[in-house]
């Protein structure tokens, strides 16, 4: 295990598109489980191999149970070849990044999704979500692409700055970033 340097805007390597994978082989698990702890780390509820300079299609999300949402079931998650296959709804909610530190911004997402995706088995699954957790999806989706929460922004006054904690505690460490 161990804790990745996570690539800040700016760095071309979060503009690529991420290429599809191909066979989940025993690096990509690797690969997986220090994303996982680098985003506990952080502390994030989502990252994407391009936030650590990986051009591969693998997000890993960690919703904690009632995070943002009250009475909202936790989601831990690693999906290989994420895919949105259904959407409905539209709903405007504040989102930052671990790309993009100590800003945030009102970003218009699909209230809820389907994503089909392979697991770290090999095997295909589709993941229900909506509210919060379909957010942090689609979030992470979008790093696959290139793409940033910053473009989503409508309303560029909605971006802001929230100050940087100095000192990380356990029981504050809350910041939506993703
Ligand atoms: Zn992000």
Known sequence: MAILEIVLEGDPRLRQKATKIRQVDDSLRKLAQDM???MLDAPGVGLAAPQVGV???LIVVHVPEG????????L??????PEIVKAQGRELGLEGCL???GWVGE???FDAVTVKALNL???DVRIKAHGYAARVLQHEIDHLDGILFVDRVEDKSTLQRVPEEPE???????????
């Open 36 to 38: 996982h702890e680098t």
């Open 55 to 57: 051009p591969r299609r």
């Open 67 to 74: 995070y943002e949402e009250e009475d909202a079931p936790g």
């Open 76 to 81: 831990t998650l690693t999906l290989v070849n």
């Open 99 to 101: 790309s993009i530190p």
């Open 107 to 109: 970003v218009p997402r």
């Open 121 to 123: 088995d090999n095997r």
């Open 168 to 178: 990380r505690h356990e029981e504050e460490a809350r910041d939506s970033a993703a």
